[in-house]
């Protein structure tokens, strides 16, 4: 995109005007906490939703327009991705049925949108990334159609000088580069709000740093990424490097990332935070302020903020301090990132009261948290507990390192339980959530644990499309009951039997795990490879792994024939493969219909179909794929 002079000069005096607004809100905001202008004195909770949109497959299903066009937009909202919608719930005062009247609004607003979603053939997943995802659905084909997504990737990209950059190591690898912003709508979550007073900020933001470990490894639900078994909360390490706007250095400078736990404790409350955010990140928009905010303020009034807002809103730590107006009255509030969408609505709602248990019961109990553990340590345990869930170590304030299991069962839970009777909340709902929380923990059961054992139980045979497709479409059924994960019974491999829906697109059958050789190798490595593996076709790569040939068992036949050779090649040659494949492959994209690969191979009488995106091999379909869906579809018609 080329820029005029004049659209220079016009960039530069936005930017300049919105650097002074942004200067007064920080001005504004110190004032008002000056003057006790803030309120206090008030507990108050909210949260947002982030659900993902799916097919009858289980696929990624691009429709969130279609169906917030149904929906009243002061409750939904579009994100990033086309197939993602946020939903907000109104604050709720902190005491009493608080928790319980959380829940209630999530089954209402979901219920809202399920029924909006089943009139277009659509589930709604409650999960922290959607198990189905390809690296099909991350085009910008998806991205909402709205100037300011499209300028956020145009920013985010620019400021990164290059591809986005993911590699995330687990039970298997992810090492890819992405070259647009929609790596970050994988990303669901759970948002959770908590105001607090002013003069006590710093206070409880603390606590809420100390508390993080614990509470995200017992509500870990985000495990897969593109087919790949990653951390247990595989969203910590995906959003974080998504929106990662460094260009990689030489001069060994540290610039921190946009997303972030923090770099230290804190000593003088929001307004540090703000400061030390403004003093370190460039503003990704420039946008006129809504209004003077020192005007605004002196005129008795009270000021929205906005540019303040706006820039906070594109600096994602994952305890955010949040400035906002309920009632016309502004406030300041911990807004918890960390938390995955589902498994259900109760699910949810028992993290959310585990979290502010424990933050009222640190309060309450702790004289200083910063002084008990350095900062490095509590962050480390922040990641720890993000790649090992439930069985990652932590430290705490009696100075030892526990199991997580053990340091919930033992401590957490019952400081939880104090905290949550402390802010008056009933007691049957703080025995109702709590003890989800302890089973979950006692069984070991997580989201993230669910997925995973599905994915074993579900058997070798499956191809890993299909398999995540069928998880998904899994995960939506069972969240209708709000029966809470640790009681979800897996995947079984009985459950694939006739599974027409999930085999509807190539990318969720076809083979990922490719055997595959360089077209100068020599043709006795194809011979062994096709002894070896069982193999009637090979693609040929070359080093930029991109499809540029084709080796059948009929090639290799027909060059055995030539040398007039039963057994085997003259091991004194040295001919390359390039010599006998085919070269004028005939491919097929991830997200094309199963039909019309089936129709493809018929028509042109080939076994196989190597499966391309922008020129890179990523998958292969044959003739046994077809067969293995018709006969489980024969198999399905025959049963009694």
């Not at 006129?288 to 540019?307: F, H, I, N, R, T």
Request: charged letters at 25%.
């Amino acid at each position: 995109m080329t820029h005029s002079s004049s659209d220079n000069h016009d960039t530069e005096s936005a930017r300049r005007v919105y650097l002074k607004g942004l200067l007064r809100d920080i001005d504004a905001l110190e004032r008002m906490l000056q003057e006790g202008l803030l309120e206090s004195g008030v507990r108050r909770i909210g949260a947002e939703q982030e659900v993902a949109i799916v097919d009858r497959s289980g696929g990624a299903f691009p429709i969130a327009d279609e169906l917030l066009k149904s929906l009243p937009d002061d409750l939904f909202t579009n994100e990033l991705g086309r197939f993602n919608i946020e939903v907000n719930f109104n604050p709720i005062a902190m005491g009493g049925y608080a928790l319980r009247d959380l829940e209630q609004q999530i089954h209402a607003h979901l219920g809202q949108l399920r029924a909006v979603a089943r009139q277009h053939e659509a589930m709604i997943l409650l999960v922290g990334i959607l198990p189905s995802l390809s690296r099909s659905d991350l085009t910008l084909d998806n991205l909402t159609d709205k100037p300011r997504y499209h300028e956020l990737n145009e920013v985010l990209t620019q400021l990164r000088g290059g591809p986005y950059e993911l590699n995330i190591d687990g039970i298997d690898e992810l090492s890819f580069t992405h070259d647009n912003i929609m790596l970050e709508s994988c990303n669901t979550s759970f948002q959770v709000h908590f105001q607090v007073d002013p003069d006590t900020f710093a206070r409880w933001y603390n606590i809420a740093q100390l508390a993080s470990a614990p509470v995200l490894a017992a509500a870990t639900n985000s495990p897969v990424l593109l087919n790949r078994r990653l951390w247990r909360e595989t969203r910590i390490a995906l959003f974080q490097q998504s929106i990662d706007t460094r260009i990689p250095q030489s001069s060994g400078r540290r610039i921190p990332p946009r997303v972030s736990f923090g770099s230290k404790w804190m000593t003088d409350g929001a307004l540090e935070i703000f400061r030390e955010d403004v003093s370190r990140f460039k503003p990704l928009f420039y946008d006129q302020p809504e209004e003077d905010s020192l005007a605004v303020l002196k005129a008795g009034g009270v000021p929205s903020l906005s540019a303040l807002r706006r820039f906070n809103g594109t600096v994602y730590r994952w305890n955010r301090p949040c400035y906002g107006v309920c009632d016309g009255k502004p406030h300041l509030r911990i807004e918890n990132r960390m938390l995955p969408a589902g498994p259900t609505p109760i699910d949810e709602v028992a993290n959310t009261a585990l979290w502010l248990g424990l933050l009222r019961e640190l309060n309450d109990s702790v004289e200083d948290v910063t002084s008990a553990l350095p900062f490095e340590t509590v962050a480390q345990d922040f990641f720890s507990a993000a790649r090992h869930g439930l069985d990652a170590q932590i430290h705490w304030l009696d100075g030892r390192i526990h199991p997580a299991r053990e340091l919930i069962l033992e401590r957490i839970l019952p400081m939880s339980a104090l905290g949550l009777e402390a802010s008056g909340i009933d007691a049957s709902d703080i025995e109702r959530y709590l003890s989800v929380i302890e089973q979950r923990v006692r069984t070991g059961r997580t989201g993230s644990a669910w997925i995973l054992d599905s994915i074993s139980a579900a058997g070798p045979d499956q191809s890993s499309g299909q398999l995540y497709s069928r998880i998904a479409e899994g995960i939506a059924e069972r969240q209708l009951y709000n029966a809470p994960v640790h009681t979800w019974k897996t995947l079984s491999a009985d459950e694939f039997e006739g599974d027409k829906h999930h085999v509807s697109r190539v990318s969720q059958f076809m083979a990922t795990e490719l055997f595959t050789v360089h077209q100068d190798d020599v043709i006795d490595l194809v011979t062994n490879l096709m002894d070896w593996k069982h193999l009637r076709q090979i693609p040929v790569e070359n080093d930029a792994h991109e499809l540029v040939g084709l080796v059948t068992y009929r090639h290799l036949l027909k060059h055995l024939r030539r040398l007039g050779v039963e057994d085997g090649a003259d091991e004194s040659e040295s001919i390359p493969v390039s010599a006998i494949m085919e070269h004028d492959v005939i491919s097929i994209s991830a997200d094309a219909r199963s039909a019309e690969a089936y129709e493809l191979m018929r028509k042109r009488g080939i076994s196989c179909l190597p499966v391309v995106e922008k020129g890179k091999l990523v998958g292969m379909v044959t003739d046994e794929d077809f067969i293995r869906i018709a006969d489980g579809a024969i198999r399905d018609f025959l049963s009694p």
